[in-house]
Every structure is written in C-alpha cells, then in structure tokens.
C-alpha cells in the first residue's frame, strides 16, 4: 500500500463508526503519523482505536458541545504539531414526515450538522497548516428532495454553502475545501433510520434506484475520498464530489463546469461544479 501520507496529521470528526472509522483506518495504513478521532459512545470509540492499531488519538464528545471541541483541539495542541487534513464527518441523520417535525427534531439536526460541523472546522484554523485540506462530508439529499428528510437535506444544503464561502476566506491561506457528497452508502447510520424489516425494504428500495443495482461500501467510497486530497501543494478552491458509482437513475440535464476569475496573485480561481437534474 503507497504511503501517501506519510508525515502528516489529521482530525476526524465522527471516526468511532461508519465512513470516519474507514478514513481513519485508511489514513493510519497509508503512513499518517497520527490521527484524532472523535465519537460520542466511549465503547465505540475504543473498538475503533483497536481497530486502527497505531498512531491515534480518541477524543470523546459531541461536535455540538463547543466545550468538547475545545477539548479536542487541546489534544491536538498538546501533540506539537500542525494539522494538515480536518474531516469533518460527524453528524445525525433521522427520518420524520415533514408535517411532524418538533422544534427538538430540528435543533438535533441543525446543532450536529451545521454547527457542530462549523465549530469542528473554525475552532482548528489555528492548528491547520497553510495548503491544508478541508473536508466535509455532504450528501446527495442536499439536491435530491428524498421524502421524509427535509430537515437533514438542509443541512446539507448547509455544508455546501460552507464549502464556497470558506474556499474564498480561506484562499489566502492556500486551504482547499472540499465537500464530498455520498450517494446510498451502507453504514451503520442507516440502522438509524430503520430497523428490521423496514430497514431491509429501505435498503432494497435503495438498491433499486442505483444503476450498479448496489449499495455502495464505506471502503469503495474513500477512493473518491482520496481524490479530494492534494498530492502537492494545495490551491484554494471549492469542489464537490458525488459519489457516481451510487449516482441515482435521474439524469442530468445540464452539467456546467464553472471557473471565477483568478485572485489578484495570479493564483488558479475556483472551480465549481454545477449539476442539475430533469
């Protein structure tokens, strides 16, 4: 396996499960001197750190306590040396009909998704190197309008929104942001939404609408991850990534790739990728 990441330093929030506890693993594998995770069950978080084997760190907490995101990044202090990868992965995701959605359903969802995943990256400015890598972990529900999930898709909607205005706060420092955006992955925060045998319909249900006629795994989904990370210097720029091998059956109508001007320092704009669908 290459060592693409030898010598360098990451933050993983949401990395006890799922596609956070694959990245971190992966990172680990392929030479990284150390990886912070995060997670809010203690038990969770130590089978990870088992699983990864070496050169971790877990933190416990919630991205929506800034409190532990402090504690976090004291962690990272305390490790003397600068961060060159954030992830932010940590988030919630449940279902409920529009028509039945409570003020805790949505500050649940809200709080975890779009403040926690704000704070988890503003509070680690400091600690990331310039020509660092940023990325958030998005969806393809910010565009498809999947029934029931109104309030997660605009979060996620949110995270997308974040990626372009911070690729320009942020393009100074030569920072790249990135938002990645899975389609159907199977991953433990499925069994949130279902269980059972609503939860192996939903999952079929799913299956159906991929053209490949699968889900897709955590391990096949962190090769798109990888393309998201330099592999020299990095430029200041905003891209989203979507997952095509679970890419749903609609198709695209139009698929525009967009470039702003170039800053005054002659540097490369921002590209963006716009998609829309029939």
């Given at each position: 396996m290459s060592k693409k990441f030898a010598g360098k330093i990451a933050v993983v929030t949401g990395g006890s499960t799922g596609m956070g506890l694959a990245t971190a693993k992966r990172f680990v594998e392929e030479g990284m001197d150390h990886v912070f995770i995060t997670g809010r069950r203690k038990d969770a978080l130590d089978a990870a750190v088992t699983e990864i084997g070496k050169n971790v760190t877990a933190i416990q907490g919630d991205v929506a306590n800034l409190s532990d995101l402090d504690r976090l990044y004291d962690a990272v202090k305390k490790h003397?040396?600068?961060?060159?990868?954030?992830?932010?992965?940590?988030?919630?995701?449940?279902?409920?009909?529009?028509?039945?959605?409570?003020?805790?359903?949505?500050?649940?969802?809200?709080?975890?998704?779009?403040?926690?995943?704000?704070?988890?990256?503003?509070?680690?400015?400091?600690?990331?190197?310039?020509?660092?890598?940023?990325?958030?972990?998005?969806?393809?529900?910010?565009?498809?309008?999947?029934?029931?999930?109104?309030?997660?898709?605009?979060?996620?909607?949110?995270?997308?929104?974040?990626?372009?205005?911070?690729?320009?706060?942020?393009?100074y420092r030569r920072i790249r942001v990135n938002v990645l955006s899975p389609g159907h992955i199977d991953t433990p925060i499925l069994e949130r939404l279902q269980q059972g045998e609503a939860l192996t319909k939903m999952k079929k249900e799913m299956e159906n609408n991929v053209p490949l006629g699968r889900l897709e795994t955590q391990t096949r989904s962190l090769?798109?991850?990888?393309?998201?990370?330099?592999?020299?210097?990095?430029?200041?720029?905003?891209?989203?990534?979507?997952?095509?091998?679970?890419?749903?059956?609609?198709?695209?109508?139009?698929?525009?790739?967009?470039?702003?001007?170039?800053?005054?320092?002659?540097?490369?704009?921002?590209?963006?990728?716009?998609?829309?669908?029939?």
């Open positions: 003397h040396r600068p961060i060159d990868i954030i992830f932010a992965n940590a988030g919630v995701a449940k279902l409920a009909p529009f028509g039945t959605v409570d003020e805790g359903f949505f500050d649940l969802h809200f709080d975890a998704n779009v403040k926690g995943l704000f704070f988890s990256v503003q509070k680690g400015l400091p600690f990331i190197k310039d020509g660092g890598s940023i990325i958030l972990n998005g969806s393809i529900a910010d565009i498809k309008g999947f029934p029931a999930m109104s309030v997660y898709s605009a979060t996620k909607a949110a995270v997308r929104s974040f990626a372009r205005t911070w690729a320009n706060d942020l393009r090769k798109l991850f990888r393309s998201s990370l330099p592999t020299r210097p990095a430029m200041s720029r905003a891209q989203s990534f979507t997952s095509m091998a679970v890419w749903p059956k609609s198709k695209p109508a139009r698929c525009d790739l967009l470039k702003s001007r170039d800053d005054r320092k002659g540097r490369k704009g921002q590209w963006q990728v716009s998609i829309s669908f029939r």
